[in-house]
């Protein structure tokens, strides 16, 4: 089941492109907003299902292209991001040691909203392309043979980053928690719509260019894993998200006016704009492309505007 909220936060099942509103279906849910209340969803999804696809069969359907189509998880209680995850197509000698950060909850964004540069001065804006696990129950000291039992389905999810900000002591907070820096959606998939999470192609796109191709079978750490240590580390709640990591090679900067799309197989594609008032320019280029070029630092300086080197 593909699960979405749309227009003023009706929730919705995906059925072709069109989307059914289901929110009759789950109103006796306790919730305040569209977050607890498909948070509630997740954890009773069981008692919910039955009555979710039959309204979804027999429902009116309105045609996907004709809404807005809001974040799926709109406030995770927990957004574990993964550090250095992936092998970067075999070229690292051995998997980095497990790692993570904390993303702020309310740094989420939908389809079609907007990732904000602000004024700041970090050396290059980046998003990372990512696959979100979504928690299907309360997880504690989960094993990892047990792990895969506590998921509840997978998102598109990318990663905002903003790099080089001083000092060098202080780097994820202020990187990754910059409000709108986790766009995702543009549904939310349940976790039976999936053969092999650790089979799926991820691509990226700026502007119409395939920046990010890579396979999550390339992780360094598997999802049971990811499970298993972020468990032992807080409890984590149904509808809490581990983004799984990334392949750093086709990391590019973000910048004024672009359009990035995010397509996992079986994901749907993600669509987001970026906007930088301050409308700072670097070069088109990749951070492999930049490596390969001999280029110094592990990323291409800016080139113009408030921030950049001279001005």
């Given at each position: 089941m593909k699960l979405l909220y749309f227009d003023d936060f009706q929730l919705g099942v995906l059925r072709g492109d069109e989307v059914v509103d289901v929110s009759a279906e789950v109103q006796d849910i306790p919730h305040t907003g569209p977050a607890d209340l498909m948070n509630g969803l997740i954890a009773r999804f069981d008692d919910y299902r039955g009555r979710l696809e039959s309204a979804a069969e027999s429902g009116t359907g309105i045609p996907v292209s004709s809404v807005r189509i809001r974040p799926p998880l709109p406030r995770p209680g927990n957004i574990d991001a993964m550090a250095v995850n992936y092998m970067e197509d075999g070229t690292l000698p051995a998997p980095a040691p497990i790692n993570a950060f904390h993303k702020a909850s309310n740094t989420v964004i939908g389809d079609g909203d907007s990732m904000v540069l602000t004024d700041i001065?970090?050396?290059?804006?980046?998003?990372?392309?990512?696959?979100?696990?979504?928690?299907?129950?309360?997880?504690s000291h989960v094993r990892e043979a047990d792990a895969m039992d506590y998921i509840f389905g997978y998102v598109n999810f990318i990663d905002g980053s903003a790099r080089g900000i001083p000092p060098d002591t202080n780097v994820f907070f202020q990187a990754k928690s910059r409000d709108t820096f986790s766009p995702i959606g543009p549904f939310l998939v349940t976790a039976d719509e999936v053969d092999d999470p650790q089979k799926l192609q991820i691509q990226l796109w700026v502007n119409g260019d395939l920046m990010q191709n890579f396979n999550t079978d390339d992780m360094a750490h598997k999802i049971p894993r990811l499970v298993e240590w972020t468990s032992s580390i807080h409890t984590l709640e149904p509808g809490d998200i581990i983004a799984s990591g990334t392949n750093h090679g086709g990391l590019n900067p973000f910048q004024d006016g672009d359009l990035v799309e995010l397509e996992i197989e079986g994901m749907?594609?993600?669509?987001?704009?970026?906007?930088?008032?301050?409308?700072?320019?670097?070069?088109?280029?990749?951070?492999?492309?930049?490596?390969?070029?001999?280029?110094?630092?592990?990323f291409t300086p800016q080139l113009t505007g408030k921030y950049a080197p001279g001005n």
């Open positions: 001065p970090a050396g290059i804006f980046e998003g990372e392309a990512e696959l979100g696990v979504v928690i299907g129950k309360r997880a749907g594609r993600l669509r987001i704009n970026i906007r930088d008032d301050l409308k700072r320019t670097w070069a088109r280029i990749t951070r492999r492309q930049h490596t390969e070029s001999g280029l110094e630092g592990r």
